[in-house]
């Protein structure tokens, strides 16, 4: 049997009821010889058992359940089974047209700790620090064994570069979802290359895009102003302040047989560019605000909110009447209930009334496990201003 960690707060109806992570504030101190990626026993404070999983000393986060069942195995056969049915599950869901995916949502796919995303016939894996680090060499086998791949980047959290340990790169990785093809940096790109979870809210910005005015804001590639444009924008406007990803986005029309110069690329901050369109009024009939996480963790949920705050009431005063904004959040900490209540403020903020259109999150290769919450991280809305 594995060791024993023990409980010395009453969280285990928590896991019991899905949720998988238990943080070090929660636990008893380890016993001596416990090392980070460690197969261990959870056990509430009655003795009583609760979960089997692993466990990273050097974390806040330090124990993450694998599975409720005391005689199950976790061991390598258990990973390659799991992962086998998270690739059967994604062969059901995925149109046959999409060649980027998430084969691998971590906790959400019962794999604590490995995020794989597959761009064609490349696996692109992010491993969670010392957890990801102790377990690699099972993943990558893991993922060699079901999908096959002609290559395997992994990327750390811990690491300052991706690295590629099976394999080697093309010159060149395009992906397809339905008519639209995107270039993806395996090695520089945000995330594992590409923002995948967003591929069913392209969808939705493209249906309602034809002849609209478009901001994409925090744009990074051009995801979404490819979709717009292809679906029949009159223009659209791209900002982002990293210059090379503006720069992709140029390549990434050019690839989609879109003229670059009949749209607008910006590299510049947006909360610049927002503050001065307050000054020169509505130019755009849809804004799409898709910023990055300003909430990474507990501790920094005040301030992101705050930051998502000032951005939605910029971007609510920036359009028309009957203009359209599409407003994001990637953060886990932020709950659904709580970025709608922010955007609701945002609006009143603006002196500007709202109608919700809908409320999204990623597209079914990023599934949520029951009992998670924290996997309910994407959330998208589409609004109306009256």
Known sequence: MPPQIT????????????????????????????????????MAQDGSFVARGVIEIESPLSFRAWTLNQSERVDDALLIKRLRNAYETRQLVLASDVTGYRLCHGENDHIPGLHCDMYG??????????????????????????????AIVVRNTRDKEPRVVHGSLPDEVIISEGNRRFY????????????????????????????????????????????????GAKRVVSVDIAAPAIESARQNFSLNGIDPKLHGFQAADVFDVLEGMAETGPEYDLIVLDPPSFARSRKTLERGMRAYGALNTMAFRSLPARGLLATASCSSHVTPTAFLEMVGESAKKAGREVTILGTYGAGMDHPTKMGFPHGQYLKFVLLRVH
Do not use: C
């Not at 692109?124 to 791949?149: I, N, Y």
């Open 7 to 42: 409980l010395k707060k009453p969280v285990e109806a928590s896991v019991r009821g899905g949720h998988p992570w238990v943080y070090r504030d929660a636990l008893k101190p380890f016993a001596k010889g416990l090392k980070t990626g460690d197969i261990v026993d959870l």
């Open 121 to 150: 016939d490349i696996a692109s894996m992010r491993t969670d620090g010392g957890l990801g680090a102790s377990w690699e060499k099972k993943f990558v086998k893991a993922v060699k064994e079901v999908v096959k791949p002609r």
């Open 184 to 231: 993806v940096d395996l090695l520089k790109g945000q995330k594992t290359g590409f923002f995948l979870d967003q591929r069913e809210n392209r969808d939705r910005v493209a249906s309602i895009s034809a002849g609209l005015r478009v901001l994409n804001l925090f744009s990074y590639t051009g995801g979404f102003s490819v979709a717009a444009a292809l679906a």
